[in-house]
């Protein structure tokens, strides 16, 4: 498989290229030149395969170029080296959790494939490359454990001083060895113009091999296109079957889609957002219209302007009709989702992080409009990442998993620098 820009698709590069450019020249974001099929015979054989298994069957397709078969299998096992559980809710009603990873989030997935491609090229042709990251907190964490002492591979990472949570920035910056956390006298706008800067700097670009690990990079992209098929191969009812997707960057659920032009059997997706709903609005009028993002409490979903976007798009032929006759948008505020988490777990038992919920908010929506089918949520995240909303909601407290309880009496070793470029290019250079 080669890759292409979604700006020029007639220039051909490797999926190797892709993945250390990030962003293509034209400033726009890569794809793989073409969608590979699953046949129903591949399809029906996931029944019986592992995660890691129907893991490697999908990844080859997209890998094929660059590392051979088992090469492949021990990169998906290294990468996927923990639980994705699909639990049921009610009689037509499922959560995939895929927040049993490090870093209890679902972008463990992608981080971590990422960590692994990106291990296997430093071997053989790049020395030394320097991943530089701006987060506002789940990104850091999920990138810093995926590439924990990987050779060859130095991680930055730059976080606004005071406006992460403890445990956010614990499991970002108690790691040491090749990971850097830098705390930021500034905002989370601050840390991604320093980022910026520092890729648009030449002499620093000369001396160093820059690349980042945002959301937009395609080995974090395909990674996502794994979990629909499993979830579907493991529902004991497949006829019918639809996915609601929490959404933000649209990352997450442009995969979904993208499995389901593989082959997936789906018949509908529900975009599901808090009130930051440039996309649900979209689907609603035809209308795209960016805008600045508002403070929730499913605060990875607080984007106004979705870098994934793009993609789901391409995958419509940006065709507005097409989309929005497979895509359904929902929005909910922050009171629907408070009272989603207590529903949930008054009624049925299950303990939902507030992104979660959306999720199960917007699944319903959908199998209203969609009755017989069976539906599947995402839940993104680990409840216990967001103590301080679902605790007085359901009224007792959380157990912390074991990810969490070790890092209590970690120390956290980060840097503190200003705002100012020259300041981050010292230390880059010196790191
Ligand atoms: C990042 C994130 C999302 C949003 O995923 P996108 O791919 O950006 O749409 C949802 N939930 C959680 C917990 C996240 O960390």
């Given at each position: 498989m080669k890759y292409c820009s979604l700006?020029n698709r007639s220039k051909h590069v490797t999926f190797?290229?892709a ?11 890569f794809i793989p030149e073409s969608i590979p ?24 397709k997209f890998?094929?170029d ?152 395609v ?213």
């Open positions: 700006g190797r290229e993945l250390l450019k990030g962003i293509a020249e034209d400033g726009t974001l099929r699953l046949d129903n015979e591949k399809l029906e054989s996931f029944t019986g395969l592992s995660f890691s298994e129907i893991a490697g069957i999908i990844l080859e890998l094929d660059d590392f051979n078969h088992r090469e492949i299998e021990l990169l998906v096992k290294e990468a996927f080296n923990f639980d994705c559980k699909l639990v049921n809710i009610q009689p037509d009603v499922w959560a995939l959790e895929l927040f049993h990873g490090p870093t209890l989030a679902f972008k463990d997935f992608g981080a971590r494939l990422l960590a692994q491609v990106l291990g296997r090229l430093t071997d053989s042709h790049y020395r030394n490359i320097t991943i530089l990251v701006a987060t506002s907190g789940d990104t850091g964490s999920a990138v810093a454990h995926a590439f924990y002492s990987i050779s060859g591979i130095q991680v930055v990472i730059l976080y606004p001083s005071g406006k992460v949570s403890v445990l956010q920035e614990k499991q970002m910056a108690s790691l040491g060895g090749n990971i850097h956390a830098l705390r930021i006298d500034g905002n989370f706008d601050d840390c991604q113009r320093l980022v910026k800067e520092a890729f648009s700097d030449p002499e620093l670009r000369e001396e160093l091999f820059l690349t980042s690990a945002n959301s937009i990079n080995a974090r992209w395909i990674a996502q296109t794994v979990y629909y098929a499993y979830a579907w191969s493991r529902l004991p009812e497949r006829k019918q079957v639809i996915f609601s997707v929490p959404s933000g960057n649209f990352g997450n659920l442009s995969a979904g889609v993208l499995a389901k032009k593989m082959g997936i059997p789906v018949s509908a997706f529900a975009a599901s957002t808090n009130v930051n709903d440039v996309v649900p609005a979209y689907l609603r009028s035809r209308v795209y219209l960016p805008r600045p993002s508002q403070s929730t409490i499913s605060n990875a979903m607080d984007v106004g302007n979705p870098n994934n976007f793009p993609r789901l798009l391409h995958l419509y032929e940006n065709d507005w009709n097409k989309i929005s006759g497979e895509v359904k948008g929902f929005s909910f505020s922050d009171e629907a989702t408070r009272q989603a988490i207590k529903t949930l777990y008054s009624d049925y038992g299950y303990l939902a992080d507030p992104h979660s919920a959306i999720g199960w908010l917007g699944l319903r929506q959908l199998l209203y409009h969609n009755p017989g089918s069976t539906g599947v949520f995402l839940a993104t995240a680990h409840p216990a990442k967001f103590t301080e909303v679902v605790e007085p909601v359901i009224g007792s407290s959380i157990p912390l998993p074991y990810q969490l309880e070790i890092l209590k009496s970690k120390p956290v070793v980060s840097k503190l620098l200003s705002p100012h470029y020259n300041e981050l290019k010292a230390f880059l250079l010196a790191c």
